[in-house]
């Protein structure tokens, strides 16, 4: 069964740090560029970060220089370092494919940032 799972998730300060996960279910995702996307309550989800199967990466200008993605194939795992935390980075982040229609998505992993 084709699964993402995220994790890593939490509450943090403002200016604090979280390191977010994604385990694929099976290495067909290696071949895969990938993404982590977010969305926060009332607003439509949007893609943050990608990072090509060959891991060339890019982030949005909302949270470039915070952000950065990365991957492991060997793992088959996505990553998320989140850096200078906002409250305006409140949301569920998800990994999911880019480029191709989305796999199931998963539960997410919900990231609150508040004093």
């Known amino acids: 069964q084709v699964q993402l799972v995220e994790s890593g998730g939490g509450l943090v300060q403002p200016g604090g740090s979280l390191r977010l996960s994604c385990a694929a279910s099976?290495?067909?995702?290696?071949?895969?560029?990938m993404g982590w996307y977010r969305q926060a309550p009332g607003k439509q989800r949007e893609l943050v970060a990608t990072i090509t199967n060959g891991g060339s990466t890019n982030v949005a200008d909302s949270v470039k220089g915070r952000f950065t993605i990365s991957r492991d194939n060997a793992k088959i795992a996505v990553y998320l370092q989140m850096n200078s935390l906002k409250p305006e980075d409140t949301a569920s982040y998800y990994c999911?494919?880019?480029?191709?229609?989305?796999?199931?998505w998963g539960q997410g992993t919900q990231v609150t940032v508040s004093a």
């Open positions: 099976t290495r067909i995702f290696n071949l895969y560029a």
């Open positions: 999911n494919v880019v480029g191709r229609d989305p796999i199931a």
